[in-house]
T-cell receptor, first 116, second 115 residues
Framework: AQTVTQSQPEMSVQEAETVTLSCTYD???????LFWYKQPPSRQMILVIR??????QNATENRFSVNFQKAAKSFSLKISDSQLGDTAMYFC?????????????FGGGTRVLVKP | GAGVSQSPRYKVAKRGQDVALRCDPI?????LFWYQQALGQGPEFLTY????????KSGLPSDRFFAERPEGSVSTLKIQRTQQEDSAVYLC?????????????FGDGTRLSIL
């Protein structure tokens, strides 16, 4: 079974600064997807960015980028030019391509607080 | 609707009561997932439907948990004889198909509190 670990329970950052969230995972599979989801107090999980394991190029989405190190099984998220609206819980998630239905395995989350 | 809709948003029940949580997926979405999120933790997979077929129920914690999707659209998660450890947010997600390039769209969840 896959496991996803987020070692930082909480991170704070000044508005306009950069913050990096760490995520490590454990799997024996060679092809899979990795995701970062944002969960504001409204509880809705919002997809931030995703990475296909067979692609070496790191994914980017506007101010969000990842550092994917497949050999190290590491998948960190960098938030640049942090905005107050980025305050939320952030979850790293793994998707096996072997499991029926592509269910997600989530980490425990990192709370990000952006300070004005 | 435009997104995944879950009801009720909040549910309070006494220990031992049965509860039913509803999920309306995005129209046309084939895949539907239920997750359980305990306070301060990440969501954990409960069960998965492809249309009306329940293809994976490996995450259901006990036989008190039952899910159905009889017409391949709306899904209901039922918990019988509720216990305090069932208190959590229950999230529903849907995706267009099983394909790995299809993102899961989540609802706002139902917060269940067992007294």
């Amino acid at each position: 079974a896959q496991t996803v670990t987020q070692s930082q329970p909480e991170m704070s950052v000044q508005e306009a600064e950069t913050v990096t969230l760490s995520c490590t995972y454990d799997t024996s599979e060679s092809n899979y997807y990795l995701f970062w989801y944002k969960q504001p107090p409204s509880r809705q999980m919002i997809l931030v960015i995703r990475q296909e394991a067979y692609k070496q190029q790191n994914a980017t989405e506007n101010r969000f980028s990842v550092n994917f190190q497949k050999a190290a099984k590491s998948f960190s998220l960098k938030i640049s030019d942090s905005q107050l609206g980025d305050t939320a819980m952030y979850f790293c998630a793994f998707m096996s391509l072997k499991a029926a239905g592509n269910k997600l395995t989530f980490g425990g989350g990192t709370r990000v607080l952006v300070k004005p | 609707g435009a997104g995944v809709s879950q009801s009720p948003r909040y549910k309070v029940a006494k220990r031992g009561q049965d509860v039913a949580l509803r999920c309306d997926p995005i129209s046309g979405h084939v895949s539907l997932f239920w997750y359980q999120q305990a306070l301060g933790q990440g969501p954990e997979f409960l069960t998965y439907f492809q249309n009306e077929a329940q293809l994976d129920k490996s995450g259901l914690p006990s036989d008190r948990f039952f899910a159905e999707r009889p017409e391949g659209s709306v899904s209901t998660l039922k918990i019988q004889r509720t216990q305090q450890e069932d208190s959590a947010v229950y999230l529903c997600a849907s995706s267009l198909s099983r394909g790995s390039n299809q993102p899961q769209h989540f609802g706002d969840g139902t917060r269940l509190s067992i007294l």
